[in-house]
């Protein structure tokens, strides 16, 4: 069973970072892809970023606009989405999730989220 657990989102301005974490207990052979998506309230759920567990590929949505990187640490079995230059409209609960593609549909198993706030 895959279970995946994030931290470290908080109320950071407009223009500043943060580093959320994503903490993978999981059978990691069975693993393509785990993803960062986010909701904001009264938006459909969207993929931010994506990276394959065994080659660390990557995939960015446009809106990221080279703000933020993932990585992935097989060793710990963390993935991490580095922010950087964060704006309001970055707002929202953030959740890493396990998966295989480029769409929020692709997800299948979310962890419970972090909250993000950028205040402007």
């Known amino acids: 069973q895959v279970q995946l657990v994030e931290s470290g989102g908080g109320l950071v301005q407009a223009g500043g970072s943060l580093r959320l974490s994503c903490a993978v207990s999981i059978r990691t052979f069975s693993i393509i892809t785990i993803g960062w998506l986010r909701q904001a309230p009264g938006k459909d759920r969207e993929l931010v970023a994506a990276?394959?567990?065994?080659?660390?590929?990557?995939y960015y949505a446009d809106f990221v606009e080279g703000r933020f990187t993932i990585s992935r640490d097989k060793a710990k079995n963390m993935v991490y989405l580095q922010m950087n230059d964060l704006k309001f409209e970055d707002s929202a609960v953030y959740y890493c999730a396990s998966g295989w593609g480029n769409t929020a549909q692709d997800y299948d198993l979310w962890g419970p989220g972090t909250p993000v706030t950028v205040s402007s």
């Open positions: 990276i394959t567990w065994s080659g660390g590929s990557t």
